[in-house]
């Protein structure tokens, strides 16, 4: 089963992939994350993607075609992957079939999360990672259960995101908006699109997805 998470910043992608990973069995392909390790290892991806990021702004179209594709083949250890983040255009979404049609493979569900977004900005300022396993937490929803412990591999450190502030949210909601919404339509004509009410627990979530996937 291959399947597209879309969805604003702040919607739960990265969340609610790491639950479908270990539900099915998939493998998750974020490119937020691949872009974020460019950073920290200073490539010249990494590079010229910091400032970008820092922006809110979207990293150009043929950077992250070419990053994704040694990525997406058959088997990446699972039973399928999740497309968390990518596409984020139209050009990317194009270039992703081409990609799939190419290794035999299709999306089986493209998954949209909706939220308000109030919401996002609350979400996503309050939100850090384990720096060892990147595990997600948040400072109201979702707290390690021991203070400053990481619930999955006991490290201490935690890391916050250089754009997880109020004002480049602000610019991140208008990519989205601007460029990714337009791509909504594509996996519509195709009967492949299910929205999904993003608001509420973690749980209630994950549930409505698991329904959105069902029969796959
Ligand atoms: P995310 O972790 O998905 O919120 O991504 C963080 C940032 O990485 C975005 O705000 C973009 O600057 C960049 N980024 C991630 N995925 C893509 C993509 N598919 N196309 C362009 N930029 C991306």
Redesign the pocket.
């Known amino acids: 089963m291959n399947l597209i998470l879309l969805g604003p ?1 702040g919607a739960g ?2 969340t609610q992939a790491e639950r479908l990973c270990d539900a099915f069995n998939l493998v998750q392909l ?4 691949m ?1 974020r390790e460019e950073v920290k290892s200073g490539s010249e991806l990494g590079r010229t ?1 910091k400032e ?2 820092e922006r ?4 150009p ?1 043929d950077l ?1 075609i070419a990053m994704i594709a040694g990525r997406i083949d058959t088997g990446n250890g699972g039973d399928g992957v999740i497309l ?6 139209t050009a ?1 979404a194009e270039a992703l079939d081409a990609m799939l049609v190419e290794k035999g493979l299709k999306i089986d569900r493209v998954v949209q999360i909706t939220v308000d977004e109030d919401a996002v900005v609350e979400r996503i300022s309050g939100r850090f990672s384990c720096a060892e396993c990147g595990a997600g937490y948040h400072d109201s929803f979702k707290q390690p259960k021991q203070e400053g412990v990481c619930d999955n591999c006991g490290a201490t450190e935690f890391n916050r995101r250089a ?1 997880d502030n109020a004002e480049t949210v602000r610019s ?1 909601l208008e ?1 989205y908006r601007e460029q990714t919404a337009p791509i909504l339509p594509y996996y519509e004509g195709r009967g492949s699109l299910q929205a999904v009410d993003g608001m509420g627990s973690i749980d209630d979530v994950f549930g409505r997805i698991k329904a959105a996937i069902k029969g796959v």
């Open positions: 910043p992608k990265g974020s490119t937020g994350d872009l993607a970008i990021m809110g702004d979207l990293v179209d992250m968390d983040g990518f596409p984020r255009t990317q754009d991140r990519a």
